[in-house]
């Protein structure tokens, strides 16, 4: 076998990698370009999300009265549900990353999370308001989807390390701290908010109404160059897989 590295990083001659690293011979390659198809799928879930957000929007705002917009609603809750699947068959096939690169387990945690949240997403049906005083709802609506999350930008981290692009492990490994320092200021929010009574947080408000507008921004435009980040490491690893001798453009997002 060849002892070519269509992986490491490249020092370009022609657009072809030709650098090399020990153990490339031991790679079980299929079993990669499965990840690579894994990770276009959950970009591709990801852009169809984004869309099906702000079709949804578009549609909520201008035609909300109308009965004609019914149909459109169930469409896209149709194509919500697909796009879900697609992300979950994305995660799965990312679960076939050789175990010679250390991430198996990683995305392993993280799909077994996924799967749970989905279950847990009939519990309400079933349990009623059991579901929201249990804690259940917090633990199914945001505890299992970031922890989920976290798993999966470690598992791209490595990832990113076995395939010899540390350029890219450097960004996955940046969004990953852009992701705590978000869920944490999340829960330092959450705790002091829960501990100002009601009249406290009305008065409040009364007096920072504008200073609340700003937070509020601020928060959402962080959310959005995180998210943006986010989805473009997904996409620039998956294409560095399934493309391996194509220099993969690095973005100045991320």
């Not at 370009?33 to 879930?45: D, E, M, N, S």
């Not at 149909?71 to 699947?85: D, E, K, R, S, Y």
Request: include cysteine.
């Amino acid at each position: 076998m060849s002892d070519h590295n269509p992986f490491a990083t490249p020092t370009v001659q022609h657009d072809v990698a030709t650098a090399q690293y020990p153990g490339y011979e031991n790679v079980d390659f299929e079993a990669l370009r499965k990840t690579g198809i894994g990770l276009g799928l959950i970009y591709a879930a990801l852009v169809l999300m984004v869309l099906i957000g702000i079709l949804g929007g578009v549609l909520g705002a201008t035609g909300r009265a109308s009965v004609t917009a019914m149909p459109l609603f169930n469409v896209l809750g149709i194509i919500g549900t697909v796009t879900g699947l697609a992300s979950i068959v994305g995660s799965l096939l990312c679960v076939t990353v050789p175990r010679l690169s250390g991430a198996k387990g990683l995305i392993i945690a993280s799909v077994c999370l996924q799967l749970a949240q989905w279950l847990f997403a009939f519990a309400p049906r079933f349990m009623g308001a059991l579901y929201l005083t249990s804690g259940l709802g917090v633990i199914t609506g945001i505890v299992l989807p970031v922890v989920s999350t976290l798993l999966f930008m470690l598992f791209l981290n490595r990832l990113a390390h076995f395939i010899a692009r540390e350029d890219f492990a450097s960004r996955a490994k940046r969004v990953l701290i852009l992701q705590g320092i978000g869920v944490s200021a999340g829960l330092v929010l959450s705790f002091t908010a829960s501990g100002l009574s009601l009249s406290r947080l009305r008065f409040a408000g009364a007096r920072s109404g504008s200073l609340s507008m700003v937070l509020v921004v601020g928060v959402g435009l962080y959310a959005i160059v995180v998210f943006l980040m986010y989805a473009n490491i997904i996409n620039a690893i998956g294409k560095a897989i399934r493309n391996p001798q194509k220099r993969v453009v690095t973005s100045h997002l991320g």
